[in-house]
């Protein structure tokens, strides 16, 4: 898997949204210049939360981004599907719909498998966890294995 750009931006931002408590707005500006995110990038991807109703916006002088739920409903999966989609797709399909002939048809498996350990991992952390630099402990153990940190 790779992690677009998209959604290790709006990750960060979420951060720092979720850090600020009680729901005290944050601008875009602020987002950007704190976590080094480009400006017309970031005010996309807000938008794309926005719709998916991960965040709210608040217009005034006192206005700006926060999160429409709670810190710990929303999950890593949550945001990368705002931003970018399914988990995993297959050249632009989910995997439940992609067909082989013959041989092939393993492969579907494969990308359902795929599909499987990633919400493992990105169902189950939440914005709260990241804000709070903890995370579960069947996510944490995953990290602890040498050979996760070796390039394959």
Do not use: C
């Not at 719709?51 to 890593?76: F, H, K, M, N, Y």
């Not at 494969?110 to 189950?124: G, M, N, T």
């Amino acid at each position: 898997m790779r992690v677009s750009a998209k959604s290790d931006y709006a990750l960060r931002a979420l951060i720092e949204i979720a850090l600020r408590g009680a729901g005290r707005p944050v601008s875009a500006e602020e987002l950007g210049r704190i976590q080094d995110i480009p400006h017309g990038f970031l005010q996309a991807i807000l938008a794309d939360m926005r719709r998916a109703g991960v965040v709210v916006s608040q217009r005034g002088q006192s206005g700006g981004w926060r999160l429409a739920r709670d810190p710990g409903e929303i999950t890593v999966a949550d945001v990368i599907r705002a931003v970018d989609g399914p988990l995993v797709s297959v050249y632009g399909l989910r995997p439940e719909s992609v067909s082989y002939n013959g041989n092939a048809e393993i492969l579907q498996l494969v990308w359902i498998a795929a599909r499987s350990s990633l919400r493992d991992v990105f169902e189950h952390v939440t914005i709260a966890a990241l804000a709070d630099q903890r995370l579960p402990p069947d996510v944490a153990a995953r990290t602890t294995d040498e050979d996760a940190w070796r390039p394959h």
